[in-house]
């Protein structure tokens, strides 16, 4: 499957159905299943058409217009959210793909207004409320003036209400999660008194399913991380982990082995030297393919199931590992860096703590470089 690759990706496509079907049955609403940021590093469309076509999926969501007009260009048919909103200019691009989009300030409004009469459409949106993240959510009062508005649009439908949990991953600020849930219940009592029915009302996301519901539920939930197995450090411990498996691997062959004496500097600035005769390979996997340099004579890799260091600086293009413990290693070896060889393992958070961030930045930081190999 992989021995044309020198360094890839590998996206578990049956792992990530299991994981959506499991989440559906325990949200027991609508999963949105997010994929921004080329889901997560997975694979934008390769994800989607997956998870539409095997998984059923029910809605998307994504970052930008542009995000949802490649899914739509790519076949996908399911509804999808815009949560980032739209900037001038695009909001034709909102209309053009049947996107539902959030407005992220009231100016916004007569904008997609204008667009979805010009083409004779009816666009959705859903209202965030910022009810303490304090990104890109209305403000009470920007809430206020935007519903003002909205009664004398006659093409856009106010479909949703959303807002976005803050840290509903630390047990520590429970109150503040609840309060998030009464400012949003407020929320919602001024948007139907001011005479809309909003048909989707959410909150939850990974760390609000795994710790808040059903208060946090709503009738649809946002699931990033949870979607792709990852889940160890943006939930919170006070809860039994759920049983999702990580979706993503990545992995390089060895390219070259030599064996160099003690004393031996090793990589750009000579920041490593050897202490003992070391067996040193080299694979193609480096900060160009989104293997950070903080992992320099810090990081690890799993080679014939045996853990090893890594030497000296990660390089744009390569870097180097330490085998000279491995039995038997050869040319053509997989390295993986994150994933299972045998017992051993390194998860994508025991990878992203050598950085000391969250395992979805690790993944989303793999390039187009690293080819995506989907397994189902």
């Not at 997609?112 to 666009?123: I, S, T």
């Amino acid at each position: 499957m992989t021995a044309d690759l020198a360094a890839w990706a590998e996206v578990d496509l049956q792992r990530l159905e299991r994981n959506y079907r499991w989440l559906r049955q325990r949200a027991g609403v609508p999963v949105m299943a997010m994929v921004k940021a080329n889901a997560y590093g997975h694979g934008l469309l390769p994800v989607a058409t997956y998870l539409q076509n095997v998984a059923d999926a029910d809605w998307f969501g994504v970052a930008t217009p542009a995000e949802g007009a490649a899914l739509r260009d790519g076949g996908i048919t399911r509804p999808i959210l815009v949560i980032g909103g739209f900037w001038f200019g695009q909001e034709a691009e909102v209309v053009h793909g049947d996107l539902a989009t959030t407005l992220p300030d009231p100016s916004y409004v007569a904008a997609l207004e204008r667009a979805a009469a010009a083409h004779d459409r009816v666009v959705s949106v859903h209202l965030e409320v910022d009810t303490g993240i304090g990104r890109l959510g209305l403000s009470e009062e920007q809430l206020l003036d935007t519903l003002a508005i909205l009664k004398t649009c006659r093409h856009i439908r106010l479909d949703g209400l959303m807002t976005h949990f803050a840290s509903a991953d630390a047990p520590e600020h429970a109150e503040f999660t609840h309060d998030q849930m009464r400012r949003y219940a407020r929320a919602l009592q001024q948007v139907q008194a001011a005479g809309f029915t909003p048909r989707y009302t959410h909150l939850a996301n990974s760390a609000g399913l795994h710790a808040f519901l059903p208060d946090a539920a709503g009738n649809l939930v946002r699931i990033g991380g949870l979607l792709y197995g990852i889940a160890g450090d943006a939930l919170s411990p006070a809860f039994p982990p759920p049983p999702v498996q990580p979706v993503l691997s990545l992995h390089a062959r060895i390219l070259g082995l030599k064996t160099v004496p003690a004393g031996t500097p090793l990589g750009y600035g000579c920041t490593f030297i050897t202490a003992r005769r070391t067996r040193v390979a080299t694979v193609p996997l480096g900060y160009g393919d989104g293997l950070h340099r903080i992992q320099s004579n810090r990081g690890w890799a799993l080679v014939r199931g045996c853990k090893v260091p890594m030497l000296g600086r990660v390089s744009m293009d390569v870097t180097m590992l330490d085998v000279t413990d491995v039995p038997d290693v050869a040319l053509g070896d997989i390295a993986t860096f994150i994933g299972a060889q045998g017992e051993a393992s390194i998860s994508a958070e025991d990878y992203a703590a050598i950085m000391d961030t969250i395992a979805l930045e690790a993944t989303t930081a793999l390039t187009a470089r690293v080819p995506r190999r989907y397994r189902s």
